[in-house]
């Protein structure tokens, strides 16, 4: 996978193992929600927009911890 941004999409995220993991971590269940299939398209900046992705804890910070961590893995 190449580096993650957030304009990188929610689906290039969730088709790698070791992202999943990573992003669980941070948001435990996130990638099992019903929600995110729908949101597999979207970029994580336009996620961030949306309020249920403060309803589930999804900040910008905590967004670019999520970025960081993966990024630091590949």
């Not at 993991?21 to 995110?36: E, H, I, R």
Request: aromatic share 2%; proline share 5%.
């Amino acid at each position: 996978m190449n580096k993650v941004t957030l304009d990188s999409t929610l689906g290039t995220i969730l088709d790698d193992p070791q992202a999943v993991a990573v992003l669980d971590s941070y948001l435990p269940g996130v990638s099992k929600n019903p929600m995110v299939g729908m949101a597999r398209g979207m970029s994580l900046r336009m996620i961030l927009a949306m309020p249920q992705a403060a309803q589930l804890g999804l900040t910008q910070k905590k967004a670019e911890e999520i970025l960081a961590e993966i990024n630091k893995n590949l």
